[in-house]
C-alpha cells in the first residue's frame, strides 16, 4: 500500500511570509502527527490530529497550525516565517493499534531566507 | 515529564561486526511503548523495532533486537551482523500511555550517527 506522502519536498521562503505543507497518510490511518527537526533541537512533536480533532499539542508558538480534513490528509501551515523555522517537517501517520503503527513520510525541507 | 536520553552523539563498527546503541528513558507513566527508528540521509524515519512496557520478553526484528532493562530504563538496540547499508542516524523515542496503541506524541532522543566501515 502506499506510504505517507508529504509535499512539498523542498520551499524555500523569505521571513514574513507563510507556508503550507500537506501530508496524505497511508489509506485507513485517522490520525496524523507532525514533528519538527531542527539540528539544535532534534526532533520536536508540533501536534497531533484524529478524525480532524486536535488531540495534542507540543510547546510552539500560535504562527504553528494545522488541521486534518475528512479524507484524513492534513496541512499545517506557518504564518510570519522566521529564519529559525528552518527544518525538517516530518509527519506521521497511524492506525489505532500496533506499536508498529507509526509511518512516517520522507519530509518537507523548509528553508527560510 | 518523558524524557529520552541517547549518549553516544556518534558509533563506529566494522561489517558484519554487531553494535550497541544506548538509550535510557525516564516516565512516571507505567504504560508506555518504545520505538527505534533509522534515519538516512534522505531524511525519512524508518520503524525498526517496538517494545512495550509491559512485554515480557524482548523485542527482536531480523538483525535488530532490543535490549530491554525495565528497572533501569534502559532500551538498547542491538544490530547484528552490520551492513554498509546500516550507516545512518538511529532514533530512540518513547510514546506514554495505553500498550498496544500507536497514536500519541512521540518524544525523541538526541540521536546516534552510526557508521559502519568494510
Known amino acids: 500500500k502506499a506510504g505517507v506522502t508529504q509535499t512539498p519536498r523542498y520551499l524555500i521562503k523569505t521571513r514574513g511570509q507563510q507556508v503550507t505543507l500537506s501530508c496524505s497518510p497511508i489509506s485507513g490511518h485517522r490520525s496524523v502527527s507532525w514533528y519538527q527537526q531542527t539540528p539544535g533541537q532534534g526532533l520536536q512533536f508540533l501536534f497531533e490530529?484524529?478524525?480532524?480533532?486536535?488531540?495534542n499539542k507540543g510547546n510552539f508558538p500560535g504562527r504553528f497550525s494545522g488541521r486534518q480534513f475528512s479524507n484524513s490528509r492534513s496541512e499545517m501551515n506557518v504564518s510570519t516565517l522566521e529564519l529559525g523555522d528552518s527544518a525538517l517537517y516530518l509527519c506521521a501517520s497511524s492506525g489505532m493499534t500496533g506499536g508498529r503503527g507509526y509511518t512516517f513520510g520522507s519530509g518537507t525541507r523548509l528553508t527560510v531566507v | 515529564a518523558q524524557k529520552i536520553t541517547q549518549t553516544q552523539p556518534g558509533m563506529f563498527v566494522q561489517e558484519k561486526e554487531a553494535v550497541t546503541l544506548d538509550c535510557t528513558y525516564d516516565?512516571?507513566?507505567?504504560?508506555?511503548?518504545l520505538f527505534w527508528y533509522k534515519q538516512p540521509s534522505s531524511g525519512e524515519m524508518i520503524f525498526l523495532i517496538y517494545?512495550?512496557?509491559?512485554?515480557?520478553q524482548n523485542a527482536t526484528e531480523g538483525r535488530y533486537s532490543l535490549n530491554f532493562q525495565k528497572a533501569r530504563k534502559s532500551a538498547n538496540l542491538v544490530i547484528s551482523a552490520s551492513q554498509l547499508g546500516d550507516s545512518a542516524m538511529y532514533f530512540c523515542a518513547m510514546r506514554e500511555g495505553p500498550g498496544g496503541t500507536s497514536y500519541g506524541k512521540l518524544t525523541f532522543g538526541q540521536g546516534t550517527i552510526l557508521t559502519v566501515h568494510p
Open positions: 516516565t512516571s507513566d507505567p504504560s508506555y511503548g
Open positions: 490530529y484524529f478524525s480532524e480533532t486536535q488531540r
Open positions: 517494545q512495550g512496557s509491559y512485554d515480557q
